[in-house]
Every structure is written in structure tokens, then in C-alpha cells.
């Protein structure tokens, strides 16, 4: 895998480990105010969340480059 691969691979498992932590630590608004969704959150903790990601995404990552770069799965075979 070259760089460039590996920053593709890295950007698409971010993507997806970002809508799996997004829901995580979610709590509505108990009375919301007339007009305001009633399933949004109170606060939305963007940047804990982006960091957890991130740090998700590296240890995916890693597991992702250790299985093509190991002999048990051929990808070239």
C-alpha cells in the first residue's frame, strides 16, 4: 500500500467511525421550545467526538494495513 492508498483507506474508515461515534453521549432536551426539534441534542461535544474518531479511525487503520501486509490474506494471489 503507497501513501496515497493509505491516506484514501485511512479518510474512508474516519468517515465511517464518524457516524458510529456520532450518536454516542446524545441527550435531548427534556421541554424544547416550541418550533426547535425535539431530538436535538443539548450539546453535541463536535470535538470530542472528532478526536475519538480520529483516534478509532488510527487503531482500524492499523489493523487494516496489518491484515494486507501480513500472509494469512492474499490480495495479489
Known amino acids: 500500500m503507497n501513501w ?3 491516506v484514501a483507506v ?3 474508515i474516519w468517515w465511517l467511525v464518524l457516524f458510529a461515534v456520532l450518536p454516542w453521549g446524545v441527550q435531548r432536551e427534556e421541554n424544547p421550545q416550541p418550533g ?3 431530538g ?3 450539546q453535541t461535544h463536535l ?5 475519538a474518531t480520529s483516534i478509532l479511525s488510527a487503531i482500524v487503520w492499523l489493523v487494516v494495513y496489518w491484515l494486507i501486509r501480513s500472509p494469512w490474506i492474499g490480495f495479489r494471489t
Open 4 to 6: 496515497i492508498t493509505g
Open 10 to 12: 485511512y479518510f474512508l
Open 36 to 38: 426547535h426539534d425535539p
Open 40 to 42: 436535538a441534542p443539548v
Open 47 to 51: 470535538w470530542k467526538k472528532v478526536g
